[in-house]
């Protein structure tokens, strides 16, 4: 079989999709296709695009086919089917058995997904055989280290500062940088390390770096800052290891000056984690690992009272509010980033919140003044569009009283022209006239003569 992504039902879904969801449809798809190839008796291989072909002519079939294949996912023996396999980098070969419920939760949606995008309907009465999802065991795990606590005597949650510290003494400068940028911006570390040097540097008269983008996972818009501490220790990382470098070249790299992957930030967490003694089971998920960075934004935000309009917008979520994200200016969203900054300062305090106070203050003024100074630029600029129009009509006006005159004198010239043409025409018959006449004078002259000489 060729490539699995030459093929043209296949095209249709990677179309839309990040690096990161292609790479897991890929995956479930092969799979799905060696469990339909283990089919005993087959004539022919099948490839994607029988399978839409397959579904249109009988949907019945196709939906037993998937009831199946989550069994056989399961290691279990599907009559009329052989037993699938994962081929090892050594070459050795083990049976396929997937355990995690998420698991065939995930590989449901992307086989779902492969047949919806091709314009294939399931029936709704379609009893699906996946079994239930299962609290994840990340979230057990991170209920044993909780960074948001309680104070029962002032009735108030509280960001646990030690225990992040403890955890950052066991990173370098750089990761450190990194992992305060994640906590302040909720953002994950693909988008992360795909800043450059000089996306820094530009804002460096900023105290907080704004940043603005769209999610490679979801391609929705995100509107975030790092924070105060965030943006120091990154300014600080640049001038200590990355003072030579230009600005389009990677912000965070690894040795070789190469770009990061998040790869390389899951094995430093799982590193510092095991030094700080967290331990957990294969299997489970680091409780200190890079994405509970941003879980623990949306923790932060919840316990600010941010609203929902700007957390999902700080965190790149699809709103259902109703406002466009775009129409959020920077000074608005900096306002409202102030409200959760001070719980995801990790080195400051939240008792010193006199200096954050000001600052809303400050800007809330700021705001204010540009408020007013915006209804009043609009209020000129109407009056100057209004003075516009008048003109404008009266341009108009004159223009047809001038054309009219000219209309009017052209009328006349050509009156005038006629009558000169009239006189014209006059003197010559006068002139005619007088010729005549002078002839009969002459010829009475003459014969007045004649008569006189016959008288003699």
Not at 180 to 190: I, N, V
Not at 247 to 266: A, N, Q, T
Not at 300 to 315: K, R
Request: net charge positive; charged share 35%.
């Amino acid at each position: 079989m060729r490539e699995i992504e030459t093929y043209d039902s296949v095209k249709r879904v990677l179309e839309d999709l990040s690096d990161g969801s292609k790479k897991q449809l890929k995956t479930t798809l092969k799979q799905y296709l060696q469990f339909c190839n283990n089919k005993e008796g087959l004539t022919s291989e099948i490839n994607p695009d029988f399978l839409i072909e397959e579904a249109r002519e009988n949907i019945d079939f196709t939906q037993r086919q998937i009831d199946n294949f989550y069994m056989w996912l399961q290691g279990k023996k599907i009559d009329g089917y052989g037993r699938g396999f994962i081929f090892l980098k050594s070459g050795e070969k083990k049976p396929i058995r997937v355990k995690s419920s998420s698991a065939f939760v995930r590989a449901y949606s992307n086989i779902r997904g492969f047949y919806v995008n091709n314009d294939i309907a399931f029936k709704r009465k379609w009893k699906k055989r996946i079994p239930k999802p299962k609290i994840k065991e990340a979230i057990k795990k991170d209920e044993l280290y909780v960074f948001y606590k309680v104070d029962e005597k002032k009735k108030e949650i509280y960001f646990d500062r030690e225990l992040m510290r403890q955890f950052l003494s066991n990173l370098k400068l750089r990761d450190q940088a990194i992992t305060l940028a994640l906590l302040s911006s909720s953002q994950d570390t693909g988008d992360l390390f795909e800043l450059n040097i000089g996306d820094i540097t530009e804002q460096n008269m900023n105290n907080r770096i704004y940043w603005k983008n769209n999610r490679r996972k979801t391609r929705v818009l995100f509107k975030t800052f790092f924070s105060k501490e965030a943006t120091k220790l990154i300014r600080r990382y640049i001038a200590q290891e990355r003072r030579d470098a230009k600005d389009e070249e990677p912000l965070f790299v690894v040795p070789g000056d190469k770009r990061m992957k998040p790869l390389h930030l899951s094995s430093i967490y799982r590193d510092a984690a095991k030094k700080m003694g967290v331990k957990w089971s294969e299997g489970e998920h680091n409780p200190l690992r890079p994405k509970r960075m941003r879980h623990l934004f949306r923790t932060a935000c919840d316990t600010a009272g941010v609203s929902e309009l700007y957390t999902n917008m700080f965190m790149g979520h699809k709103n259902s509010i109703g406002m466009a994200y775009s129409e959020v200016s920077k000074g608005k969203a900096e306002l409202e980033y102030l409200r959760v900054e001070p719980f995801l300062t990790v080195y400051g305090e939240v008792e010193e919140t006199t200096e954050i106070k000001e600052e809303i203050s400050n800007l809330g003024t700021t705001v204010e003044t540009l408020t007013k100074k915006n209804v009043e630029l609009t209020g000129q600029i109407n009056y100057l569009i209004h003075s516009l129009a008048e003109k404008e009509a009266q341009r108009k006006v004159n223009d047809e009283k001038k054309t009219r005159e000219i209309d009017q004198l052209m009328l006349n010239n050509d009156r005038l022209n006629k009558k000169v043409a009239d006189m014209e025409r006059d003197l010559n018959n006068w002139k005619m006239t007088v010729e005549d006449f002078d002839k009969i004078i002459q010829q009475l002259i003459s014969e007045n003569r004649k008569l006189t000489v016959e008288e003699e």
